[in-house]
């Protein structure tokens, strides 16, 4: 099993403590360092560069937020981990927005949080279930109205023609089960691509596949 290293950036020090102890005990888990403050901590991971730092989000002096995206920018191989009690939507957003690659709360399990670590510093994300869920239900509702706003400037016609083609059909045969010529179908298609901001049929698809739009082939 690789080497995992790991900085802690939290402004507790007997959380720092603490977690160093657990982290300590797991196979392959090394903590390098832990800062007790922004500051140091950013200085500590652009110059040790650890495979993982686990960030607060909260500090008297700064913000883990700030503190991320300084790292992310200056060492783009270092991941961050949001490590927090934090759990309100726009924290979440801000803190993966700068570059953190895995959001978890405090009072997860060792065991869920070693998992995160391992997840992240082998190039995934990690964030704990009750989040995963919160933000997958955003992202539904964002593209279902982004679905419906987009189905309103769509004539049924179009739809239509959208339809046919994500069954994998070609303009000739589109224009065949229609009642209009292939030359109909191409011009339609050009005026489709160009409200759905897309250069070709299979970002059409796959766009308009994914916002509900149209059902995929089966």
Known sequence: MS????????D?????????????????LVVEADSGSVTIGV????ALRPEVVLMDVRFPDSSGIDATQRIVEGAPGVRVIALSMMADDDCIARMLTAGARGYVLKDVSSEDLVAAIRTVAAGGAALTPELAAR???????????EGRALRSQLTDR????LQLLSEGLTNALIGGRLGLSEQTIKNALSSLYA?????????AVVL???LGIVKGKE
């Open 158 to 161: 179009e739809v239509e023609i």
């Open 3 to 10: 080497q995992v290293r790991i900085h802690i950036v939290d």
């Open 12 to 28: 507790h020090a007997l959380f720092r403590e603490g977690l160093r102890a657990v982290l300590e005990r797991q196979e392959g």
């Open 43 to 46: 200085e500590a991971a652009l």
């Open 208 to 210: 308009t596949t994914r």
């Open 195 to 203: 409200k759905l901001r897309v250069s070709n049929r299979t970002e």
């Open 135 to 145: 933000i997958l239900d955003q992202y539904r509702a964002l593209a279902g109205r």
